[in-house]
């Protein structure tokens, strides 16, 4: 069974950090290209970061470039996302996505490519 659990969200306040965490299990975890997606309310799911299976290629929104930093590590079946300098507008559910059937250095931002997705984590950012 393939589970994907996120964790870490929480509310803050502008200016502050968080880390977010996916676990990945009934998958090949090291096979895996992986993603995060946030989706607020009212708005369609975007990709804010992407990583490789081996973690060479990565891929940040322009919203959230030089603030977020995607990672992964292959020994924990976890992918992380380093939140920095929040903003308000980076209130949403926050989303790990994995796909299992990626070449090495493919990254993937539409959520169509994602076979296998969390059950998302609130983050909220107050002003």
């Known amino acids: 069974q393939v589970q994907l659990v996120e964790s870490g969200g929480g509310l803050v306040q502008a200016g502050e950090s968080l880390r977010v965490s996916c676990t990945v299990s009934?998958?090949?975890?090291?096979?895996?290209?992986m993603g995060w997606f946030r989706q607020a309310p009212g708005k369609e799911r975007e990709c804010v970061a992407a990583i490789s299976r081996s973690g060479t290629i990565k891929y940040y929104a322009d919203s959230v470039k030089g603030r977020f930093a995607i990672s992964r590590d292959n020994a924990k079946n976890t992918v992380y996302l380093q939140m920095n300098s929040l903003k308000p507008e980076d209130t949403a559910v926050y989303y790990c996505?994995?796909?299992?059937?990626?070449?090495?250095?493919?990254?993937?931002?539409?959520?169509?490519?994602?076979?296998?997705w969390g059950q998302g984590t609130q983050v909220s950012v107050s002003s």
């Open positions: 009934g998958l090949t975890f090291s096979s895996c290209a």
């Open positions: 996505a994995a796909d299992a059937t990626a070449f090495s250095f493919t990254i993937y931002r539409r959520p169509a490519e994602y076979a296998d």
